[in-house]
């Protein structure tokens, strides 16, 4: 009897990536591996996608996609902008690897050139020349990005430490800040104690940084008003 072949689709491939993206990250991911998880041969992804970067464009869109979905906002530039960015940062975080995927492709999606626009939008009320509004935005996303890219990291890195050295020891790296002098690790050592780095990647942290970048964009439209 002949065997079935499995049956695919684009959102079944979609949804396959995802799964295997988040299973080994965007390093081990290939379309060879994708094939096999679905069941048939490597050329044949190539009849729904061109090529693995076709793929990530197609992954990346989705999330832009969501990330519209789920954005509602009114009030002015700034109460536009950070819930755009509060959005952007939940939606990365439900997704693995879509930070990579959106710093790895270019907006030539729809969804993608809407999510564009729709961020575009969020300071088009300022009186900003136009170049300084993209840079507004894109200073903003960039930040999004790599605050959830770093958080992504450092998780990655701490279970990489756990697999090769078993668990993590505080007093490991209390004794080695304690052999180096003040002015090599002063302020390091007493953040760490104080357990102040504890606070990476947490909302406050995000928020604060978030405020930040507000609070810049507000100053250099003071200095363009005087």
């Known amino acids: ?45 190539y009849w729904y996608f061109k090529s693995k970067q076709n793929l990530y464009q197609r992954l990346a869109n989705q999330v832009s996609k969501m990330i519209l979905t789920e954005f509602h906002s009114e009030g002015d530039w700034k109460e536009q902008l950070s819930e755009f960015a509060l959005t952007v940062r939940s939606v990365l975080y439900r997704y693995p690897c879509s930070t990579q995927l959106m710093m790895l492709t270019l907006p030539h999606e729809p969804d993608m050139i809407r999510f564009t626009n729709r961020m575009l939008l969020c300071v088009e009320p300022t009186p900003l ?59 390091f050592r007493s953040m760490f104690t104080n357990g102040l780095f504890d606070l990476m990647g947490t909302d406050g942290a995000f928020e604060f940084g978030l405020k930040l970048i507000l609070l810049g964009i507000e100053q250099v439209i003071k200095e363009q008003e005087k």
Not at 21 to 41: H, N, T
């Open 1 to 45: 009897m002949k065997k079935q072949q499995p049956q695919i689709s684009e959102d079944k491939i979609l949804e396959t990536s995802w799964e295997l993206l988040a299973e080994g990250g965007i390093e081990k991911f290939s379309m060879r591996r994708l094939a096999d998880r679905l069941g048939i041969q490597a050329p044949s992804l």
């Open 129 to 187: 020349e136009q170049k300084q509004k993209l840079q507004a935005a894109t200073t903003l996303m960039n930040y999004v990005f790599y605050f959830v890219l770093d958080d992504y990291q450092h998780e990655r890195n701490i279970s990489a430490i756990v697999k090769d050295q078993g668990a993590l020891s505080g007093e490991e790296m209390i004794r080695l800040l304690d052999s180096m002098s003040d002015t090599d690790a002063g302020l």
